[in-house]
């Protein structure tokens, strides 16, 4: 679950080309009033959208919609009304025609395209497709190594006093000490990128097992060893580790079209607030959301995981006892990238943000 992949825009809706320097406007998102969608047949540990109790215990419907009520509530998100599986959803999208844009949300479908790669792969050798484009790849990885090298400039001129040595200065430019996750890894070819520029311990995980092997092989097949693949459900994760550089392209993006999108974005910042290690980053990149849109997702987050508003716009000694109570901070993001083609249509709508875990 690396990316997404919509269907053509209708023409009188698609951006001109003189629109391509600024980003697109987003429609508001709102919550449909019909049903609260589980995934199907799948086992709990494996999809795992179910909401758990304090002690680990999976609650039964009532409870788990009365928690999902709450969590909606405390997010000021309207609730839905009740649950039902992925073959009811596909059964209504057969009868009426539309929601095909909540289909790539489902696990069902990601299962469905990575079964069709991997056989690609395996018959033709095939990588498959890079997500947003090998450009906006190249640029996402150029960008977040000169990230985390100002990251430890930074770091190592707190620690020393200010004295560069020659020692700090290599160490400066080490990678190797970026443990690295990719989230929704899909084909793998951005940990592939990032192995290429210096980084050494990447891990990257997919719910889809089909995503997982086509991944390895691919690695395989390039010869890249320091890379490792996981089956793991980033809302369920089993991972027991945390990584100083956690990267998601596109896969908030994916979660947010699920029919069940505005609960499982709030499990997702759970999850991810406790795989991003202490000091360390996370990068997020969005073909849906521009940086303004996930910056202000970032500061619902915190206001729920401090319980109490934060407010990031006083002055300087306020801000910096705020920033000490939040979770995540924004840090950079992209300013350009490059244009790309879309059903004959040239525009740019992909934004990377970084913010830093506290």
Request: proline share 4%.
């Amino acid at each position: 679950m690396a990316g997404i992949k919509l269907p053509p825009p209708p023409v009188e809706e698609s951006p001109t080309p003189t629109e391509t320097a600024t980003e697109l406007p987003q429609q508001p998102r709102t919550l449909a009033t019909g049903d609260i969608i589980s995934d199907d047949d799948r086992s709990i540990a494996a999809d795992s959208w179910s909401i758990k109790s304090e002690y680990g215990s999976v609650l039964d419907d009532d409870l788990r919609h009365a928690d999902a009520t709450e969590a909606l509530a405390a997010a000021n998100l309207r609730p839905s009304s009740d649950y039902s599986s992925d073959k009811d959803y596909y059964k209504e999208e057969d009868e009426d025609g539309d929601g095909v844009a909540s289909t790539l949300g489902l696990q069902s479908y990601w299962d469905s395209a990575y079964s069709e790669e991997l056989e690609n792969f395996r018959q033709h050798g095939h990588a498959g497709e890079i997500w947003f484009g090998p450009e906006v790849m190249g640029t996402l990885v150029s960008w977040t190594k000169s990230l985390c090298i100002d990251i430890s400039k930074r770091h190592i001129l707190n620690h020393a006093s200010g004295d560069k040595t020659e020692q700090n200065e290599q160490e400066v430019y080490d990678l190797s000490n970026w443990s690295v996750l990719d989230l929704g890894t899909g084909n793998g070819l951005l940990l592939q990128e990032m192995a290429n520029h210096g980084f050494l311990d990447l891990t990257g995980v997919d719910y889809s097992e089909g995503a997982i092997d086509l991944a390895r092989g691919l690695a395989d097949k390039e010869g890249i060893t320091n890379l490792t693949f996981l089956v793991d459900d980033v809302l369920d994760t089993k991972l027991e580790r945390q990584f100083k550089l956690v990267m998601d392209k596109g896969t908030l993006d994916a979660i947010g079209l699920h029919p069940d999108g505005l609960i499982k974005r709030l499990m997702y910042w759970d999850s991810v607030a406790k795989l991003v290690a202490p000091g360390g980053l996370l990068v997020i990149t969005s073909c849906n959301s521009t940086k303004d849109e996930l910056v202000r997702e970032v500061e619902r987050f915190n206001q729920r995981y401090t319980g109490a508003s934060v407010d990031q716009s006083e002055d300087s000694t306020d801000q910096n006892t705020a920033t000490t109570r939040v979770c995540f901070q924004y840090v950079d993001h992209v300013r350009s990238y490059p244009t790309f083609m879309f059903g004959g249509v040239v525009g740019s709508r992909v934004a990377t943000v970084a913010f830093l875990r506290h």
